[in-house]
């Protein structure tokens, strides 16, 4: 049968539970420190009131989501250079070639342009870059994060985020 809690070691668990858990000590480690289970520490917890969610966690949560969010930034702009050279490789000069014939031959000649097809395919490069950097953009505007690219886009307006609905600054 279990034991049963004296107030005065209620009393002392009770005032070191919320520094302990804030410093980032876990349920165990302060059980441990009192020679209590964790069940007793953990339902000291909840009667004061003090968040058992380690803080080392949410520390470490919230670095992941930053770097994850750095990641896709890096990743959204690279997207956009792929778009912007596949744009400019529309209308840069190319050579065409051709392989093959009865004897296998090799023929090249430049151009001023890639034929249409390539064209095409560039447009394509293009279009689906810029989508799929619409997406992050997006999803980390979701996320409570500011775009780059509207934060450019309301500083050309002159309106900045947080004022009231008519955009004027001071208004």
């Known amino acids: 049968m279990a034991q049963r809690l004296s ?23 302060i059980a441990t420190r009192f020679g209590v ?18 803080s080392q966690t949410k520390r470490a949560t919230a670095a992941k989501t930053a770097d994850l969010a750095a990641r896709r930034a890096r ?20 050579v065409i070639y051709n392989f093959g014939g009865k004897d296998n031959t090799y023929a090249e000649r430049p151009v001023s342009r890639p ?15 810029l989508d799929k950097h619409r997406m992050l953009d997006q999803y980390d505007a979701q996320q409570g994060m500011a ?3 509207d934060d450019w886009l309301l500083d050309r307006l002159g309106v900045r985020r947080g004022n009231d609905a008519g955009g004027e600054e001071g208004a």
């Open 7 to 29: 107030e005065e070691l209620r009393s002392e668990i009770s005032a070191a539970v919320p520094a302990a858990l804030a410093a980032g000590d876990s349920v165990r480690t």
């Open 37 to 54: 289970s964790p069940a007793t520490v953990s339902a000291i917890a909840r009667e004061v009131r003090a968040d058992t969610q380690r």
């Open 75 to 94: 990743i959204s702009e690279r997207l956009v250079e792929a778009a912007e050279r596949a744009l400019d490789d529309m209308n840069a000069p190319s």
């Open 115 to 129: 034929p249409v097809a390539d064209q095409r395919q560039l447009a394509t490069i293009a279009a689906i870059a």
């Open 147 to 149: 775009s780059a690219v």
